[in-house]
T-cell receptor, first 113, second 110 residues
Framework: DGGITQSPKYLFRKEGQNVTLSCEQN?????MYWYRQDPGQGLRLIYY???????QKGDIAEGYSVSREKKESFPLTVTSAQKNPTAFYLC????????????FGSGTRLTVV | EDQVTQSPEALRLQEGESSSLNCSYT??????LFWYRQDPGKGPEFLFT?????EEKEKERLKATLTKKESFLHITAPKPEDSATYLC???????????WGAGTKLIIKP
């Protein structure tokens, strides 16, 4: 079955440590997105990519980095420069240039310890 | 500036008590309006897409409608399992990215 997979489900980060969240899709979608969700708040866009080897900053990119080396994969690194990384992170994918909406992964909950 | 506003922020209903959630938008050139359901600790799950004013979509106890300024998600005789956060998003203009509302948290008490 086609879908989008995020891993791990839970992740704990120590102060000053970089961590990488995985996002893989087998839907043949062109575009992929990373969102951050804090309690009681809407989705905030971190980064997005519309084609391989290209990506753009979203509204809250500071302290995060991404890569898009393969169409299927869009990993997110939360760097030590992100001062408040504790949140729920969601990855999504979609066909570019079509108004079909997004498919979401099940999310990764990141906690600073 | 393109904007999506959902109301109310939270809604508590008794089981069987019908009501509506609102999603108002100010965008140029609406391409589509999307409703998602999100359970705690999970990713949003797609419910409906509406493309033009007057369009309606139904799924079990849910019915989504669209006007030129807003969309309603009507919930008829809800059950406790309908409790979730409902998210609205729009696609507009030449940009295929979604603009998200903050969501409505729906709680159905047995």
């Amino acid at each position: 079955d086609g879908g989008i997979t995020q891993s791990p489900k839970y992740l704990f980060r120590k102060e000053g440590q970089n961590v990488t969240l995985s996002c893989e899709q087998n839907l043949n979608h062109d575009a992929m997105y990373w969102y951050r969700q804090d309690p009681g708040q809407g989705l905030r866009l971190i980064y997005y990519s519309q084609i391989v080897n290209d990506f753009q900053k979203g509204d809250i990119a500071e302290g995060y980095s991404v890569s898009r080396e393969k169409k299927e994969s869009f990993p997110l690194t939360v760097t030590s420069a992100q001062k408040n990384p504790t949140a729920f992170y969601l990855c999504a994918s979609a066909f570019q240039d079509r108004n079909y909406g997004y498919t979401f992964g099940s999310g990764t909950r990141l906690t600073v310890v | 500036e393109d904007q999506v506003t959902q109301s109310p922020e939270a809604l508590r209903l008794q089981e069987g008590e019908s009501s509506s959630l609102n999603c108002s938008y100010t965008v140029s050139g609406l391409r589509g309006l999307f409703w998602y359901r999100q359970d705690p600790g999970k990713g949003p799950e797609f419910l409906f897409t509406l493309y033009s004013a007057g369009e309606e979509k139904e799924k079990e106890r849910l019915k989504a409608t669209l006007t030129k300024k807003e969309s309603f998600l009507h919930i008829t005789a809800p059950k406790p399992e309908d409790s979730a956060t409902y998210l609205c998003a729009v696609q507009a203009g030449s940009n295929y990215q979604l603009i998200w509302g903050a969501g409505t948290k729906l709680i159905i008490k047995p």
